[in-house]
């Protein structure tokens, strides 16, 4: 019987934030593209959220999750990744209930059980938007918000050569490597008419599309790159509502 082929010693995996949480959470706590625009824009379109029950889906190490508690919030974090996880348990201490989820699976908690859901770069990492959008739809209460960024679209047309159909719900990939470990990323690719639709389709009434600008404090900061980030779209963001009663 022929022995069996010789397997890689450490595989890489699709999507495998396991593999990569201390690298990459060393390396987004102060950069450019998530402390100085990606959550202060979130914070941004939050507002005031003292006293809300606040899901933060996607929470990865919990830099953002600890900026809404300290805003007040009453915050429970969900992530796929049992070692951003253990990152943000760190912490976070026991100010903020986290939970293991896939966000493809259904959601374990009572339907209206929060205030505000926050999808913080997070959505672009599913082909179908809508049984995650219906989940998170049940657990908001009539009147509450989810407050969603991806990436743009026109970046991710426009990230591989060669271009696909814009409208054509597509994925790509690519590498990250953090202190030595790779993980393979793959994002879906959804035109903004399509990302829409999948809101309004899962009971979302649209209040907010916004393309925020960098915090003004990075201009000096990161003098090489502030021009580039203000001047490109990056990131999209969204508020859409769930109706009241």
């Not at 998530?34 to 190490?61: E, F, I, K, M, Q």
């Not at 348990?89 to 009572?110: K, S």
Request: overall charge negative.
């Amino acid at each position: 019987m022929p022995g069996r082929l010789p397997q890689p010693a450490d595989p890489v995996r699709v999507n495998d934030y396991d593999r990569i949480a201390e690298g990459y959470s060393a390396a987004t706590e102060d950069n450019l593209v998530n402390a100085y625009y990606a959550r202060p824009a979130t914070l941004a379109l939050a507002g005031d959220v003292a006293g809300r029950r606040v899901l933060h889906a996607g929470c990865a190490s919990g830099a953002l999750s600890a900026a809404l508690r300290d805003r007040g919030a009453v915050v429970t974090g969900i992530d796929a990744s049992a070692g951003m996880l253990a990152l943000a348990g760190r912490r976070l201490g026991d100010d903020v209930a986290l939970h293991r989820v896939d966000l493809r699976d259904p959601l374990p908690f009572d339907d209206g059980a929060f205030d505000d859901v926050i999808a913080s770069l997070v959505l672009h990492y599913l082909e179908d938007w809508g049984p995650t959008l219906a989940e998170m739809r049940r657990v908001l209460t009539p009147g509450g918000r989810l407050i969603a960024s991806v990436d743009h679209p026109i970046v991710a047309y426009t990230f591989t050569e060669p271009r696909p159909d814009y409208f054509a719900n597509t994925s790509y990939t690519f590498d990250w490597t953090f202190e030595g470990r790779t993980s393979t990323m793959r994002f879906w690719r959804k035109s903004l008419h399509a990302m829409t639709a999948a809101f309004t389709a899962a009971g979302f009434r649209l209040s907010v599309i916004s393309e925020p600008q960098p915090d003004p404090a990075a201009r000096e900061l990161f003098p090489d790159d502030f021009q580039a980030l203000s001047t490109s779209p990056c990131f999209l963001f969204f508020v859409v509502e769930v109706p009241p009663l």
